[in-house]
């Protein structure tokens, strides 16, 4: 069955530390991942897709399919990058098979 | 532009009754998601409304069901409400075909 996996509820860093926050999925076919955050009273919104191969406030993540991951990187954290961050796998073609992990809350502290 | 809306932003409501919860997308959106998010179980997909049909279902009992209107807005009905059904409710809208996902601020529905 399909799955997402992010290992770790809350991560912890100061600012201007390296950010790594993992994600792991399970699928045999070609996935769609996709990185979704959701700062403090807002709304969620997507971060930034794998098939983009961009970097959105410094964020970047590489879809690596012999270890089934989709960590999400930062050399340089900010404060203002303190939020929930969910990795996201869309199988199957369609936005309806959009699942999620259950999420990392990012704290950067000054 | 405007946002996916959802109203209410809160629902009271007691074991047994019934809750509608509504949703508008974003202008020019044809699909509609409904998740479920309940306290330490992350974002569970519920319903998949495209150009009016029901195009996929998550692993939720029939008394979840929903509609999408032919304005493309939606409704998320969940009949005799259980206590678990406590939970932040997101819809999303996207254009057909296309794989980003546009959230509104969710509903909370909360039952006693």
């Known amino acids: 069955a399909q799955r997402v996996t992010q290992p770790e509820k809350l991560l912890s860093v100061f600012k201007g530390a390296p950010v790594e926050l993992k994600c792991n999925y399970s699928?045999?076919?070609?996935?769609?991942l996709f990185w979704y955050v959701q700062y403090s009273r807002q709304r969620l919104q997507l971060l930034l897709r794998h098939i983009s191969r961009e970097s959105i406030k410094g964020f970047t993540a590489d879809l690596n399919k012999g270890e089934t991951s989709f960590h999400l990187k930062k050399p340089f954290a900010q404060e203002e990058d303190s939020a929930m961050y969910y990795c996201?796998?869309?199988?199957?073609?369609?936005?309806?098979?959009?699942?999620f992990g259950k999420g990392t809350k990012l704290s950067v502290k000054p | 532009e405007a946002g996916v809306t959802q109203s209410p932003t809160h629902l009271i409501k007691t074991r047994g009754q019934q809750a509608t919860l509504r949703c508008s997308p974003i202008s020019g959106h044809t699909s509609v998601y409904w998740y479920q998010q309940a306290l330490g179980l992350g974002l569970q997909f519920l319903l998949w409304?495209?150009?009016?049909?029901?195009?996929n279902r998550g692993n939720f009992p029939p008394r979840f069901s929903g509609r999408q209107f032919p304005n493309y807005s939606s409704e998320l009905n969940v009949n005799a409400l259980e206590l678990e059904d406590s939970a932040l409710y997101l819809c999303?809208?996207?254009?057909?075909?296309?794989?980003?996902?546009?959230f509104g601020q969710g509903t909370r529905l909360t039952v006693v």
């Open positions: 409304y495209d150009e009016g049909e029901e195009r």
């Open positions: 999303a809208s996207s254009p057909t075909g296309r794989t980003e996902a546009f």
């Open positions: 699928y045999s076919g070609s996935p769609e």
């Open positions: 996201a796998l869309n199988y199957g073609g369609s936005q309806g098979n959009l699942i």
